[in-house]
């Protein structure tokens, strides 16, 4: 079984939870903004002059950029830039590296909006209705069946802030940042964002940004947080119906049906690592969104949560043991049914797609054509969801289901 052991542990390296993605640590860039020896105060304003590296496109943008300083020693400032025009006047704004100016510019996709089929198709009548929630803001909620799969909308970001912007520059200058990001889009967009549910006091801006960003990653896993106005109505849970899947190349998001929706129940995705227990869910809610978590697991009763909380202590144990058993097929195939019934149980469905794949890698070692076929379509179909239909792990998939006995792995055990 030698070459299919690597291919499972391999597999499974490469599977870890996009969501979960922190940001890289890329090497120092060298500065082209501060002059030699003499750093300017973090949030003091500087000019545009870029050096060689981030060499870009700026005719793109509809109004000037503006950069300041930072104390990061990954790249010295981040920019804001606006395109009012994207997406046909709707407009964007991005505060970040110019870096990833860079590469959002360099993205024929993004400079060239008109020519995404899914910008040209008139909006589908939205299968859910906004409705107002006591003390809750709104919800979303199904006005017909979703099936399992559905990309119930696609909806796109209209402020992005580098996260990076909250630990290296002062409040005071976001803030700043986060009004001029707003005033330089078109009216009715400004209306959406300020229309948009606020919780925390203070700052409308930071408080809209706070209670409403959703994580998103661009370029090589640099992390921010955006505005996305339909989508942030979309309330959390613990262990939610939907989620969300953002693509940097059109800064659109998707929202999936993670299994299928009864009329009349309310959208939902996780803001949170889902398999934390649910004490630990509280804090993380409290301490980020500045939310008490009020969904139907955590307001559930003891016994209720006890049982949760037990299924994801196995969860985390019967992970530990699958990577123990990553060489013994036989051993291997029992931890993995285990957890997928596991994940069942708990409703976290999000996390399936990659232990449908091991598993079908494993009943194929194992030479059960059967059900390597059958996990192998349960992993198409999860991973079509989760990663999207184009992604590398669907196009892996769909190609593996074509003939599991010819896939490496095949009777290797
Ligand atoms: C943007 O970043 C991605 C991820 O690092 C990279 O693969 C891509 O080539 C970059 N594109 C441009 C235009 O820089
Ligand atoms: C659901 O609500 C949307 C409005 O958000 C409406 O356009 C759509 O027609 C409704 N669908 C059904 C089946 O009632």
Not at 10 to 25: G, I, K, N, Y
Request: glycine share 6%; proline share 7%.
């Amino acid at each position: 079984m030698k070459a299919a052991v690597s291919f499972v542990s391999l597999a499974w390296l490469s599977l870890v939870p996009t969501e979960f993605v922190l940001a890289a640590s890329s090497p120092p860039t060298h500065s082209t903004c501060s002059p030699p020896g003499l750093r300017p105060a973090p949030g003091q304003l500087c000019s545009l002059e870029e050096g060689p590296e981030f060499a870009y496109d700026d005719s793109l943008w509809t109004h000037d950029v503006q950069c300041f300083y930072t104390t990061s020693n990954q790249e010295s400032k981040l920019c804001l830039y606006t395109d009012a025009n994207f997406k046909f006047g709707r407009g964007i704004s991005i505060f970040t590296r110019p870096s990833i100016a860079a590469n959002i510019t360099g993205q024929y996709k993004f400079r060239h909006p008109e020519q995404l089929p899914e910008f040209l198709s008139p909006p589908a009548q939205p299968p859910y209705e906004q409705v107002e929630l006591p003390g809750r803001g709104v919800g979303l909620f199904a006005n017909r069946t979703i099936q399992r799969g559905e990309v119930i909308f696609v909806d796109t970001s209209v402020i992005l802030l580098a996260r990076e912007a909250q630990s290296s520059l002062p409040r005071s200058t976001i803030k700043k940042i986060l009004w001029r990001a707003l005033e330089q889009l078109p009216e009715p967009t400004q209306d959406m964002v300020f229309n948009l549910h606020r919780q925390t006091g203070g700052d409308a801006m930071a408080d809209i940004m706070q209670t409403n960003g959703l994580g998103q990653v661009i370029g090589d896993g640099i992390r921010h947080l955006a505005i996305v106005p339909d989508a942030a109505r979309i309330n959390h849970d613990c262990r939610p119906n939907a989620y969300y899947r953002f693509d940097d190349k059109t800064m659109e998001l998707s929202i999936i049906a993670l299994r299928d929706i009864k009329s009349g129940e309310e959208l939902t995705f996780t803001y949170i690592d889902p398999e934390l227990p649910r004490d630990e869910r509280r804090e993380r809610l409290q301490k980020s969104w500045g939310f008490e978590c009020s969904c139907s697991l955590c307001g559930a009763s003891g016994d209720v949560v006890v049982g949760s909380d037990n299924r994801l202590e196995l969860i985390k144990n019967t992970r530990k043991q699958m990577v123990e058993a990553a060489s013994k097929p036989f051993e291997l195939i029992n931890h993995l049914e285990k957890l997928i019934d596991l994940y069942d149980q708990e409703g976290l469905h999000a996390s399936k797609p990659r232990f449908y794949e091991i598993a079908a890698y494993t009943y194929s070692q194992l030479g059960d054509d059967k059900r390597a076929l059958e996990h192998g379509k349960l992993a198409v179909e999860y991973w079509s969801a989760i990663a999207g239909k184009g992604s590398g792990e669907a196009r892996r998939m769909r190609e593996f289901v074509k003939d599991p006995k010819s896939h490496p792995s095949w009777r290797s055990a």
